[in-house]
């Protein structure tokens, strides 16, 4: 599965990244903000888009409702720290699929990755 990986900081997409690889997973490649998040989109196609939600330029909301206008099927999981709950329900309602919360775990991410995309 091919997966688009979008962070502002560097060290969480190569946190993401490693849970990714070790999983046999493919990263298709990663963005730095949502602006960037929406052009890789386009160009890679990815079957899972992991988003942050607060980043500058684009925030993670703004370019999952960007991407969902464009592809209803995108499957988008939104990443957020605690205490982000408000954004994590306007995320949903705007169409991702779940979230996970900062500190990443492994087993919960690939949880939450295999339950909205129904892979093995």
């Not at 963005?31 to 079957?47: H, I």
């Amino acid at each position: 599965m091919n997966v688009l990986i979008v962070d502002d900081a560097l060290f969480m997409r190569n946190l993401l990244r490693g849970i990714f690889e070790r999983a046999g997973f493919t990263v298709a490649g990663e963005a730095g903000d949502g602006a960037e998040a929406v052009e890789k989109y386009r160009a890679l196609d990815p079957e899972l888009v992991m988003m942050d939600i607060v980043m500058p330029e684009k925030n993670g909301i703004e370019a999952l409702k960007e991407i969902v206008a464009e592809d209803p099927a995108a499957c988008v999981v939104m990443c957020s720290a605690l205490g982000q709950e408000k954004l994590v329900m306007e995320a949903v309602q705007s169409g991702a699929r779940d979230f996970i919360v900062k500190p990443f775990k492994d087993d919960v991410v690939l949880e939450t990755v295999k339950r909205v995309t129904g892979a093995a």
